[in-house]
């Protein structure tokens, strides 16, 4: 214990905890403790989360005047974004670009959670690392890496150049709305593939059996137990990839061109260009709103869904 | 055995899948290493010869690596801080029956889910109100705040993967909190808290969003490639840095899952 004296010496709380007095309150009740060990990062969280967000709600109402802002409340950036067309536009496409990604994210990566889930038994381990590594690399790089792939000059026309196929480049490759969709599916199809891979792995295997003997195809049995049972998986995947690909503003930077540019980019213009933070408060909750709009509309249609199934 | 087999029976055409699109997951990034040792400034097919410059290049370039050192910096304090958030919070929800644990959890969780922007955009307008100059100090604390969920994350499964007798056995021999947790706890999850410094070491390291918007005038290294991006002339340099930083991200994260997989294999025999 000689080393340790200096970590004992700071306890202020020792188990063997007084029989009395607050201390013993302390100690017997679970709750508190377990929110007094919690509380540093419950804090920091909430602080960090809470008051910026307080304070986005609140410039959305204010003006800019030059350099500074009219602190008076009004709604008059809300009422700009509702009636300027620009505005509405942008989020519709942004609604679009995201909501094609996410499906064809989703669409493309279950068959791959299913593949891992069911039919890999040895190195598991390997193939979820291997299915989730890109994920954690920049994201900077792997949206650029695409426009290497899809430019004027890049892999893809060059390459067919080179083979003699095109004479000229293919220029709707870079610059287009398929291009952002392309791009987001690549960047955040890791993010799809974990959800429902987890959701997938818990079913319990004796239910495909049980259908088996009563008699259900593979096409019914998946369409009736696995289907179902995974649909948490789909559900997660499917906000976990529309919810932030709504606001992505790298990838329509860097690919989309005048034609894919969305709601993203123009909030992070009022925050530099054009220096409007007030409009670009607004169109931020502006955004916010109709994300958990869609979001919680989706949840619900679903759980209706589930509901008509079982 | 009959009984399983139609489950684990082998399925071809899913197999050919899967192997498709991990090739989708991989290859266009690796055409970044691929062009980073062509010998032209364009980007584009044929290949011309091979060649080193942009990697010397890129090594005699000061101020990229004065954004590489800002980038550590940032990283490392980053990671220590939302680990250590991360422990206190994954030691109390694995811990303590609290009610009320559900939505505290999904709370801190909340950042995995707010898109960037808005959240970067929040803060910025937070710090100027408040008069704080932007500096590298502001970036930690953004990385901070999207870095404590998935510190938990990683964390949480250590917590729950290990006995909580051994540590009651510790309190009952007369260890007190702070030293049970030294020489009981910490041992255990020690996988745990690497991987998870690892982790946030990565997604601050590759962060561009919050880092965009709360950086002054010291910019970090994906703001600074982002800078080169605009001339055309700095493509093969960017090319050779993003080699370099998707080989060092590519082996941390395999380290850490490995080492933090590993070691729960070693506690929960036949678990995942």
Redesign the interface.
């Known amino acids: 214990m000689s080393n340790g004296t200096a970590v004992v010496g700071t306890v202020s709380e020792p188990v063997a905890a007084p029989k009395s007095g607050f201390g013993a309150v302390f100690m017997r009740s679970e709750p508190l403790r377990g929110y007094t060990l919690l509380s540093p990062t419950l804090l920091i969280m909430a602080f960090g989360i809470c008051i910026p967000f307080a304070i986005l709600v609140t410039m959305s109402f204010w003006t800019q005047h030059g350099f500074d802002f009219d602190t008076t409340l009004t709604l008059n950036n809300y009422n700009t974004a509702v009636e300027s067309p620009v505005y509405e536009a942008l989020i519709l496409r942004s609604l679009a670009i995201s909501g094609t990604c996410t499906i064809v994210t989703v669409l493309l990566s279950y068959p791959m959670a299913y593949y891992v889930a069911f039919h890999v038994h040895r190195h598991k381990m390997i193939w979820i690392i291997l299915m989730t590594l890109p994920f954690w690399t920049s994201y900077l790089l792997r949206v650029f890496a695409w426009k290497i792939i899809l430019g004027y000059n890049g892999v893809i026309n060059s390459g067919l150049k080179g083979l003699g196929l095109i004479e000229q480049p293919l220029e709707f490759l870079l610059y287009s709305q398929s291009a952002v969709v392309i791009t987001l599916a690549h960047a955040w199809a890791a993010f799809a593939i974990l959800p429902m891979y987890v959701s997938l792995e818990k079913i319990d295997r004796t239910l495909l059996e049980a259908a088996t003997d009563l008699g259900d195809g593979p096409v019914a049995r998946f369409l009736r137990v696995t289907l179902p049972l995974s649909l948490p998986g789909i559900i997660a995947a499917t906000l976990i990839i529309f919810i932030p690909t709504v606001g992505d503003y790298i990838t329509p930077a860097l690919l989309g061109g005048p034609d894919g540019i969305m709601i993203g980019n123009l909030i992070q213009a009022q925050f530099g260009k054009v220096n409007n933070w007030p409009m670009g408060a607004a169109l931020a909750v502006a955004m916010m709103i109709t994300v958990s709009v869609c979001a919680v509309t989706f949840m619900l249609v679903t759980r209706k869904a589930k509901e008509h199934i079982a | 055995m009959s009984?399983?087999s139609?489950?684990?029976q082998?399925?071809r055409p899913?197999?050919y899948?899967?192997l498709i699109?991990?090739a989708?997951?991989?290859i266009?990034?690796l055409?970044?290493p691929l062009?980073s040792l062509n010998d032209s400034i364009?980007?584009?097919?044929?290949l011309k010869s091979f060649t080193l410059k942009w990697y010397e290049q890129m090594f005699a370039n000061e101020p990229m690596f004065a954004a590489l050192m800002n980038s550590v910096r940032v990283g490392v304090a980053t990671s220590i801080l939302a680990t250590f958030?991360?422990i206190?919070?994954a030691?109390?929800?694995t811990?303590?029956?609290?009610?009320g644990?559900t939505p505290?959890v999904s709370?801190?969780m909340?950042?995995?889910?707010?898109?960037?922007?808005?959240?970067g955009?929040?803060?910025?307008?937070?710090l100027s109100?408040m008069g704080i100059k932007l500096t590298l100090l502001t970036v930690t604390?953004g990385h901070?705040?999207v870095c404590?969920p998935f510190a938990?994350a990683t964390l949480i499964p250590r917590f729950e993967g290990f006995d909580k007798s051994i540590e009651e056995a510790s309190?009952d021999l007369?260890?007190?909190?702070?030293?049970?947790f030294?020489r009981v706890t910490f041992p255990m999850v020690f996988p745990g808290i690497v991987a998870s410094l690892l982790?946030c070491f990565?997604?601050s390291f590759?962060e561009?969003?919050m880092a965009f918007?709360l950086s002054g005038t010291d910019p970090t290294l994906?703001l600074f490639?982002?800078g080169q991006?605009r001339f055309p002339a700095k493509l093969p340099g960017?090319?050779a840095l993003?080699t370099l930083?998707?080989a060092v991200?590519?082996f941390v994260?395999?380290f850490s899952?490995?080492i933090r997989?590993r070691g729960m294999q070693s506690f929960t025999p036949g678990g995942?």
């Open positions: 009984e399983v139609y489950i684990q082998r399925n899913l197999h899948y899967a699109y991990l989708f997951l991989y266009p990034v055409f970044l062009f364009y980007v584009a097919f044929p958030l991360g206190f919070a030691k109390a929800v811990r303590y029956r609290m009610p644990k505290v709370f801190i909340l950042p995995l889910v707010i898109p960037g922007i808005i959240f955009v929040a803060l910025l307008i937070l109100r604390l901070v705040l404590v938990m309190a007369g260890e007190n909190m702070w030293w049970t030294w982790l990565t997604i590759d561009f969003i918007f994906p490639m982002w991006l960017v090319l993003g930083i998707l991200s590519f994260v395999f899952q490995w997989t995942d």
